[in-house]
């Protein structure tokens, strides 16, 4: 490993785009140490520790292993009440954090989300917003705040976007909640990855002058697109030439999903998301976009 380089910890490093970080780093011939929870999913070609954020990571994990940079992109949707999110996202994150500040790890750089702010509805949005609210008070981290991450291919993509790729994909009528007027921010996979390498080089002035300035930096490119907007483009991409929508309200969706929760019953798609879809963060802070690195638009990105 070139001596200018820090070895780095990725958490999620299975997930979607834990797994796209790792492959950027690990292309750029950093170290790099995968933290996850299926090691029996990670990439054999790097070495991978467990963790969970019950039981965390095993002490001395970031000492031992001279770890610099953490990575914490991990997130477990599993719980859905607000007390099993919080005893298992929330704290098990700030006690991850705890241990890698403890352990010598100068940066932290925590994923967190647009769907995160001040008065946001939905649970995911709170618990990430307390989570960024941790490491701030640590004084050791910054939490990057994206959008909706595609990849190109855009068949590779996961999250929203390749759920919408293949509901384009088996064609027919596709509902959209609200009509699909949300106002929503993509970002490329890659994008996100080159600055986040931006920050890790940064020298130890600029990191912490970049902590003083920014509560979060919103890492997206700043052209909106609405949610039917996004689907009219992937349709285009994908060569489908018509696609069809139905309206449906917000509320009866989140109920419906809410009353299987309460069964015990998980669909594909949480109540707690369409909360993030139907109340969204009314005015972007302008000056929470970087003013020195561009993240591609989302149209131009796929030839459309």
Partial sequence: MPADKPCIAI??????????????????????FQLTSSSQRADASLPVARFSFVEGVDKGFFAVNQIRVLIHAAYDFRPRSRKEIWDTNVKGSIALFKQARAEGAKRIIFISTMSAYQGCRSLYGQAKLEIESALRDLGSGLSLRPGLIYSTPLEQSGGMVGSICKQVKRGGILPLIGGGNQTLFLTHENDLARFIDMLISQVDQDWHKLQLEKDYITTANPQAYTLRRIVEVIAAAQGQKRVRFVSIPWRPVWLALKSLERLGINANFRSDSVLSLAFQQKQLDPSSFPRDFSFRDFREALGV
């Fill in 11 to 32: 958490t999620g490093a299975t997930g979607y785009l834990g797994s796209r970080l790792c492959h950027h780093f690990k292309e750029n011939n950093a170290c790099v």
